[in-house]
């Protein structure tokens, strides 16, 4: 037991060192557009991962996190842009007091930014948990609707459809990456613990989570909350990762390329929701290959713009005809898992 | 005389329908009480109605002199009131342990920034969880499925898998709906014996409501019988057996009664 429990650290500690040392390498060796798209995946594990929490693991088909990004991204913006940038970018109306005058470090903004949206959260949870299944799916929808026409209309606050721009690029990989490792290390804990489990429980047949003792609306406002911290953060690093921001951005089309990377990657599974980020993240870049005009042999292609949409679609359509509930399905990568493979490996090579 | 478990005047209306009219019915601590009748009887409304799930049109039910009638239902699990449900509710994608891990929710609710975080204490709470469900398991003679998933599970064992899981919410009261449908008579006798140690053992009050004239008369001191959402009879099992109204409401089952 003891020397599982050291060898699971171990392991941990040396993939830990392993992502640094890639990250590292990235960082000082790769061009700028690798280093953009890893600070995208990095952004993308956040946001799936916490989305998930609420519609894998608790079962509440949630359509929100467009907003919560916005909410994050937006406060995170307006606390680290200096007094001189609002006021050059706020031509239409000035921005209102005291939010002109205010400008906070990084990380500061980034956990306000975060806690600003759990209390988002909290606020909507009461509306929205009185609902099931697709009502509920209605009901985010809805407030994802009214975050983005807040955000177009609010003019003194968000500068409307103009949107910020000249948000400094705090955004890099050790950033971008450290959120996302601690936030799938929060999460994973929470999952694995008698919270994850009333989660599931409710996911699975809410009257029976209630006959166990389970206050369901808790539970469910718990994960709603705790998302919504790790939904803002990811818009934080979002905003100052692409220094400028609009309404647009957080359309219902964020929403639905995060459903896209929970369900192919495997709904339930933080480790499906990994595997989703990092390969809409991935493939969205290599697929531009398509777009290219390619000389084989004596056939010539032409460029054709929007190919690789076509052929994402189809890898999506695969995916879902071969892995009904994702790539990992409700699978979770573990270590005594992976020392359990290898050990069997080397028992085979022995015997041979 | 004490009662742990007191109704009194329950009614419930569904629209036009009265499922439940001015039910009156009180429970001694440690005994086991069988509620009987024919299909929809509101015997599993009787059910819904003291674990919560269904609030009454009107009247009282006191629970160990606590009046639980507008409860949500999982405030009534903490006091100490578990059920199972007549067409099983399993966790069906968890495995068999996890399911009963669940039911210990009430007893191990942590700080949540302690799961959170990865905190000491919290690995040693979650041992200590696996273990009490373990050997939950073990004494209900599930410990071969553990690992299995909830929905894997054989018919009978899932049911018995579910009073498993209502047993780790730590009740006083067990209310058990249907727990002997679909299994063979030797299983239906393991399931007998299995009850009667739940009472002698833990001390626990059982209710439940059986279709099996031969489990029910065997095993319960009392039995209440209910048409059409009337009381008809209450009494020990010879009482039953002989009531006029109950053969009468029966009509067609009266052999099965006899036998």
Known sequence: MKRDKLIRNLATFLSLLVIFGFL???????????????????????LSTSYNLVNGVTGQFSLGPNAFMAVGAYTASLLTMSPAEKELTFIIQPIISPLGKISLPFLPSLLIAGVVTSIFAFLIAFPVFRVRGDYLAIVTLGFGEIIRVFATNAVSITNGS????GINQYTNLWWSWGWAIFTVFCLIGLVESSYGRAMKAIREDETAAQAMGINTFRYKMFAFIISAFFQGIG????????????????SFLFTFNLLIMIVAGGLGSMTGSIIG?????????????????HQIGDMFIPAIPGMRMVIFSLLLIIIMLFFRRGITGRWEFSWDWALNRFGRRIKFRDIN | MSHILKIQDLTVRFHALEALSSLDMEVEPGSIRGLIGPNGAGKTTVFNVISGFIRPSKGTISFNGKEIANLKPYKITSLGVARTFQNIKLFGDLSVIENVMIGFHLSYNTLFWKPLLGLIGFTKIENEV??????????????????????????????????ARALATGPKLLLLDESAAGMNPTEKEDLMKFIEKLRDKLALTILLIEHDMHVVMEICDRITVLDYGEKIAEGSPKEIRNNQR?????????RVIES
């Not at chain 2, 009490?132 to 009978?156: C, H, M, Q, V």
């Open chain 1, 24 to 46: 590292k390498w990235a960082n000082s060796y790769t061009s700028p557009y690798i280093i953009q798209i890893l600070n995208i995946t990095a952004i993308y594990i956040i």
């Open chain 1, 277 to 293: 980020a990092i390969i809409f993240a991935w493939g969205f870049e290599l697929l531009r290959w398509f777009e290219e005009p």
């Open chain 1, 235 to 250: 818009g934080g690093l979002l905003a100052h990762l692409l220094t400028t921001i609009d309404p647009k951005l957080f």
């Open chain 1, 162 to 165: 103009l949107g910020l721009k």
């Open chain 2, 246 to 254: 109950v053969i009468e409401a029966y009509l067609g089952e009266t």
């Open chain 2, 130 to 163: 696996y273990e009490r469900a373990r050997w939950l398991l073990d004494r209900t003679g599930l410990l071969n499925f553990i690992d299995e998933k909830a929905s894997s599970l054989p018919y009978g064992l899932q049911r018995r898998l579910e009073i």
